[in-house]
């Protein structure tokens, strides 16, 4: 896989995970900056430009939740990825309600992070692995640009999270025919299961909320087996 540095944000106040992680992730190529405690990272945040962020969430002077929220408010785009040794389905609703691009739980491998990172990356920064090719579809009043994760009405432009354009773009490519709820969750989330049916059903939520100005688009729910985006 040939890309180029990535700058990735680490916050982690258990020392010794913290190191290997920082340790492990700078041998696979990344330029690695580890903070200890959710204000110094959101400091090192401000202070440069990363590409993807890994924030554990029981973190001293501030929790992963409320340095997501702030970053949020900064970028709308960059991914994150929690770290927890929680592993209540409610913890996790919430981090993706923050907008979390995915969720993994400790203890872990340090290869399925990795494997998650560049699955993220692969979607969002393409260009950077060879496959930057433009993917924009037209949505009524709407364009949905799903390469830049935004989707725009005249002048208005909504910032789509990583997880809200991998699901519209699975709606565009099916449009006017049934998108199976199971194909979506393993290709979104990788796998079928109540928590992450849950998420789903939130960001379709929020998908119908961006699309409401154009009464000829709608996204139907089939009888619990799936969706339609009708346009």
Known sequence: MSMG?????????????GTILREYLAVKGFAVEHAFNGEDALNLFRDDKFDICILDIMMPKMDGFTLAAQIR????????????????????????????????????????????????????????????????????????????????????????????????????INRNSELERSEALKT??????????????VYITKLRSYLKEDSSIEIVNLHGSGFKLIC
């Open 5 to 17: 540095i990535i700058k990735l944000l680490l916050a982690e106040d258990d020392i010794n995970l």
């Open 73 to 172: 408010k900064a970028d709308n785009n960059i991914p994150i990825i929690f770290l927890t040794a929680k592993a209540l389905a409610q913890d996790k609703i919430e981090g993706f309600k923050i907008g979390a691009d995915d969720y993994i739980t400790k203890p872990f491998n340090a290869e399925e992070l990795l494997f998650r990172i560049n699955a993220i990356l692969k979607r969002v920064k393409p260009a950077l692995y060879g496959n930057g090719q433009p993917a924009v579809f037209k949505l009524g009043k709407y364009e949905f640009d799903y390469n830049r994760r935004t989707l725009t009405a005249g002048k208005k432009e909504q910032k789509l999270t990583t997880k809200e354009a991998e699901l519209l773009r699975l709606l565009c």
């Open 188 to 201: 979104i989330w990788h796998e079928d299961n109540y928590f992450n049916a849950r998420s789903m059903d």
